[in-house]
């Protein structure tokens, strides 16, 4: 069985319930969930579960980031969501060391000082559109163009460096560990 | 729901951040379970996250944040353009029109309304104890492409900020300086980088040196070979 590799997914997930073991155990419940609702029919086609498997697994994230206040995005409190056993879990810390160095060198390639806040904000903050758009004084045009620019790249920069054509390659890890 | 609102509203960070209402994160959720090329741009969003977020945890995200200038530098970058002007140390060997042959970053090579280049490769310069051996070959793109170089300096972090000077060694010995980049500063993984503009520069051979700003004090200046062809 092909899916897509959900290491992003499994990092959060860790990120988030601060448990390697707990994450894995999620991502196990959204893909036997997934693979369930298959041979029942309530899926279409094979291509249409990796889908499932998100939608299951990133409801799992979401009902722990509302359950531990911690966690609830902000300038404040983002800071104290460091993953206390993160030195435990070699495998997590190489993908999120790989992925470190992919958006460092984004960042770098942001010439502007205030995109690269604007991306910080947005999607490590996870400040509200407007709230930032008011507070850096952009434009939608501008905040759009910054993020579309930025992703791009980011795409650009994982496929480089062959995350995009791994995609189908790790599901193996992903189920072993999970 | 369609990519096109999904796109302009950036719903797929609003998702992953609990910023939408039910109603829409439930047409989110029918949409990518119809469009598997949605859930890649899931994942992509999520390794974002993930990778600010290292960053975060190693207190490189700062640094990062302040790597080019403060608010207040570029009034003081602007003087010392003219002064450097004045003094005739042009950063760029050609006329002051010219767009630079090299720079220190990527989005740099797309001054005077270039709205997208390439990569055309990534080459990390590694020094060899051994004697000058061949240069390194660069086939240059057949499209305008930019080329990344890297080198881990022996200096370090410590020994930054760094000055990059590319020199053609043409067959009659003299060599013509053709661009320099200062300023440079290791990334997280130790390594300087540096990118070429695959139109701007001529086939042949290239020294390339890294010089610490602080002098031979600070670190030993390094010297590459290489081979545009």
């Keep these: ?178 | 729901m369609d990519r096109k609102q999904i796109e302009d509203e950036h719903i797929v960070a609003r998702y992953l951040a609990d910023q939408l209402s039910p109603a829409e994160a439930e047409a989110f959720e029918a949409y990518y379970t119809q469009h598997p090329s949605m859930v890649r741009e899931i994942e992509y969003t999520l390794r974002l996250k993930e990778g600010l977020a290292t960053l975060r945890d190693r207190q490189q995200l700062d640094g990062l944040m302040k790597a080019r200038r403060w608010r207040w530098a570029l009034p003081l970058s602007i003087a010392a353009a003219i002064a450097g002007a004045a003094l005739g140390t042009w950063t760029w060997y050609g006329t002051s029109a010219a767009p630079p042959v090299a720079a220190g970053t990527l989005e740099a090579l797309l001054e005077n309304g270039q709205a997208t280049l390439p990569l055309g490769g990534k080459y990390m310069l590694v020094r060899v104890r051994s004697a000058p051996s061949a240069p390194l070959a660069i086939p240059l793109p057949a499209q305008p492409s930019a080329l990344e170089l890297q080198v881990l300096p022996a200096g370090g972090a410590a020994a930054a900020p760094y000055r990059l000077v590319l020199q053609q060694q043409p067959a009659d010995g003299k060599a013509k300086p053709v661009a320099e980049v200062a300023g440079l500063v290791p990334g997280p993984d130790g390594l300087v980088a540096a990118w070429l503009d695959s139109e701007r520069i001529e086939r042949g051979q290239y020294t390339v040196e890294l010089a610490s700003e602080r002098g031979e004090s600070a670190a030993p200046a390094e010297r590459f070979l290489i081979e545009l062809e």
């Design chain 1, 1 to 178: 069985m092909l899916l897509r590799d959900m290491s992003g997914l499994k990092a959060q997930l860790t990120r988030v319930t601060r448990d390697a073991e707990l994450a894995a155990d999620l991502l196990q419940d959204a893909i036997v969930t997934a693979l369930q609702k298959l041979e029942a029919g309530e899926i279409e086609h094979r291509g249409q579960l990796d889908g499932y498997v998100y939608r299951v697994a990133l409801n799992h994230l979401r009902n722990h980031r509302r359950k531990d206040k911690s966690a609830v995005s902000g300038p404040d409190t983002l800071p104290d969501l460091v993953d206390a056993d993160s030195e435990n879990r070699p495998a997590r810390m190489v993908e999120g060391g790989r992925w470190g160095t992919v958006v460092a060198q984004l960042l770098k390639e942001m010439t502007s000082p205030r995109d690269r806040e604007v991306l910080i904000r947005f999607y490590l903050q996870e400040e509200d559109r407007s709230a930032l758009c008011r507070s850096l004084a952009l434009t939608d045009l501008q905040f759009n163009r910054v993020i579309f620019r930025a992703r791009g790249r980011l795409r650009e920069l994982l496929e480089r460096r062959g995350y995009g054509k791994s995609d189908f390659l790790a599901i193996g890890l992903v189920l072993l560990g999970a």
